[in-house]
């Protein structure tokens, strides 16, 4: 789709073309471009309008109803944030009292959009051309907020943020513009040299303006967390999904925390590291295993936080490193899951799969930290399947303690 095609898109023809589309189905997209054609729109509106009703379509997982009123590029769909975690980013500018934020590098305008809908305005950049005329039009709504085509290291920024109440926003590239990885899509970089704009810039931002946030990959290293700035390891719906360096006023606490989203009605729940007690030491030996099983969210295990469920739980961790707990005390963790220990034993596969059928046990949900495990192999191994019907079912742990391979087989509680 080029520059012409969103431009046509984003016209009052454009834009009631999109709306009397129907709704997307695959099996249907060569009737409907050729009814698009027989209503007189040219090969390259009928292509432009079939690709924003996939895109619309893939974009309600992550925009809900608000994807019928957006354009998206394919591109532009898989890096944007999504709705509920882009509120949460955008909550911290508004909360700061925050007026104007340059968001260096928009996208389809994801982030940009949730700071708008709080009241701030945003003057967005975007070094793709397309990219930066789409978040445009997904600005459309709040005409204060505007996005333009050109590179974040162009950008004037104030030289008295502070005074003019002025932030900035970062969610710098990780993946190389027009070079695919095998299944056909962006390839991704993962290393924290390779994001554009660069981490230098970054922190040549930050120190000029102070109010800066930046979203990164979870994978960014504790040793990476720049001084008197928090990284915040963020997941949605039990998924680990980013980290973001919070700088200046924006840094809620200074180090590291961890931010559980959720797509129901529960507000987030935010860890750190003034709720962790006391560092313990991991399980000494299997004869330590308490009668209660805890699994912290994946945020919390990357930002490294599993001390805030030893606390909360009298506990200790397993293994270390591997994020489970152990504990005597049963008590809700809003940031774990907990389950009630009901078997342990070496980890054998022999043994395993005896121990499942003599009880029957014909499905199994496998989970495992801190063990090189391939699940597919060791189902096949255990003569066991996803999901088994009629057959009883468990589930197991997969992990180490004191060194040693173990299974817990456990009940969620
Ligand atoms: C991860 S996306 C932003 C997604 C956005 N936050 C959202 O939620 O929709 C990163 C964007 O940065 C843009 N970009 C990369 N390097 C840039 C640079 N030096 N200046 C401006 N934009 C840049 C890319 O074109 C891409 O659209």
Not at 370 to 396: H, P, Y
Request: charged share 25%.
């Amino acid at each position: 789709m080029d520059a012409a095609a969103v431009r046509w898109l984003a016209s009052p023809e454009g834009w009631s073309a999109l709306h009397e589309l129907p709704p997307y189905d695959p099996a249907g997209e060569l009737a409907l471009q050729s009814a698009l054609r027989g209503a007189g729109h040219s090969p390259e509106q009928a292509a432009a309008l079939l690709l924003q009703s996939r895109l619309r379509s893939r974009a309600r997982g992550k925009f809900g109803e608000f994807a019928d009123g957006m354009l998206f590029t394919a591109d532009g769909l898989e890096q944007a944030t999504r709705l509920e975690v882009a509120a949460q980013h955008a909550q911290r500018y508004a909360s700061a009292s925050l007026a104007t934020v340059h968001d260096l590098g928009c996208g389809i305008g994801s982030d940009a959009m949730a700071l708008s809908v709080l009241g701030v305005t945003v003057a967005a950049v975007d070094a793709d051309e397309v990219t930066a005329k789409v978040a445009d039009t997904n600005l459309r709504p709040w005409p204060d907020s505007r996005a333009r085509h050109g590179r974040a290291e162009q950008v004037d920024l104030p030289a008295d943020p502070g005074r003019d109440r002025v932030g900035v926003w970062l969610d710098p590239a990780r993946r190389i513009p027009g070079v695919a990885d095998i299944g056909g899509r962006t390839r991704r970089v993962f290393r924290l040299a390779e994001i554009s704009p660069s981490w230098d810039f970054v922190l040549d931002v930050a120190a000029r303006v102070p109010a800066t946030g930046v979203k990164l990959s979870p994978s960014f290293a504790h040793a990476d967390i720049p001084d008197g700035a928090e990284a915040q390891w963020v997941s949605f719906d039990g998924d680990l999904v980013e980290c973001v360096v919070w700088f200046g006023a924006l840094a809620q606490s200074v180090g590291r925390s961890a931010l559980l989203v959720s797509s129901g009605s529960a507000g987030p729940v935010r860890v750190d590291e003034s709720m962790c007690g006391e560092v313990k030491p991991p399980l000494g030996s299997v004869s330590g295993l308490g009668r209660w099983l805890y699994e912290p969210d994946r945020a919390v295990s990357r930002a490294g936080l599993v001390g805030a469920v030893t606390a909360l739980t009298g506990g200790a961790e397993l293994g270390p490193g591997a994020g489970y707990v152990t504990a005597e005390k049963g008590v809700e963790v809003p940031f774990a899951r907990r389950y009630v220990v009901t078997e342990a034993m070496p980890f054998n596969v022999k043994a395993l799969r005896t121990w499942l059928r003599d009880r029957g046990i014909t499905g199994v949900t496998i989970k495992k930290r801190g063990v090189q495990v391939e699940e597919d192999r060791l189902r096949r191994d255990l003569r066991i399947t996803r999901k088994a019907g009629s057959g009883a079912q468990t589930t197991i742990v997969l992990t180490r303690v004191a060194g040693q391979q173990i299974v817990l087989v456990v009940d969620p509680s």
